[in-house]
Antibody, heavy 121, light 113 residues
């Protein structure tokens, strides 16, 4: 059974940093692209970033480029999102999601329960 | 960036009746070399993560009831719930994964009339 479990969310001041983790199990982690998608309170879904199975390719939404960094540890089946220079508009539930195929050009077929990040003073 | 729009914003349908949600992309998401539309549909219930219903615009994800179907090509797509059930109350999102950033539509809220 595929499982994705996010951790690391919390309250952080504007300009601060936070690191989210997503522990994956139930599939061959290194074979699949992984994504982060966020959802501000009461709002829709916003795609944030994707990383290839090997970790060699990463892509970002313009709204987070240069501040958020996606990475992965395939030896420990874990996905990360390093969040720096956080802003109030980064407040959201952050979901990690598994790509449906080996290419990152695929729909996300499994999602974690999400981690809430609140940026406020 | 490809802009995704959905209509209507919300709809209320009687139990057992058909619900139709439209999704439009600002440019084609049909990849000519494999004739696939890079379009997915997700269902999100309150307090839950999104759930993939449909990928490649019309392929139902494993375990998804066959009352859910997807159609369309190029820039215009439709999600149809053929006979609405109480458990289908949710927000439905389309997403293109043709080009980065992989944008979502704003969502359509489905309720029971």
């Amino acid at each position: 059974e595929v499982q994705l479990l996010e951790s690391g969310g919390g309250l952080v001041q504007p300009g601060g940093s936070l690191r989210l983790s997503c522990a994956a199990s139930g599939f061959t982690f290194s074979s699949y692209a992984m994504s982060w998608v966020r959802q501000a309170p009461g709002k829709g879904l916003e795609w944030v970033s994707v990383i290839s199975g090997s970790g060699g390719s990463t892509y970002y939404a313009d709204s987070v480029k240069g501040r958020l960094t996606i990475s992965r540890d395939n030896s420990n089946n874990t996905l990360f999102l390093q969040m720096n220079s956080l802003r109030a508009e980064d407040t959201a539930v952050y979901f990690c999601a598994k790509g449906g195929g080996t290419s990152y050009y695929s729909a996300c077929d499994y999602w974690g329960q999400g981690a809430l990040v609140t940026v406020s003073s | 960036d490809i802009v995704m729009t959905q209509s209507p914003d919300s709809l209320a349908v009687s139990l057992g009746e058909r619900a139709t949600i439209n999704c439009k992309s600002s440019q084609s998401v049909l990849y000519s070399s494999n004739n696939k539309n890079y379009l997915g549909w997700y269902q999100q219930k309150p307090g839950q993560p999104p759930k993939l219903l449909i990928y490649w615009a019309s392929t139902r994800e494993s375990g998804v009831p066959d009352r859910f179907s997807g159609s369309g090509s190029g820039t215009d797509f439709t999600l149809t719930i053929s006979s609405l059930q109480a458990e289908d109350v949710a927000i439905y999102y389309c997403q293109q994964y043709y080009s980065i950033p992989f944008t979502f539509g704003p969502g359509t809220k489905v309720d029971i009339k």
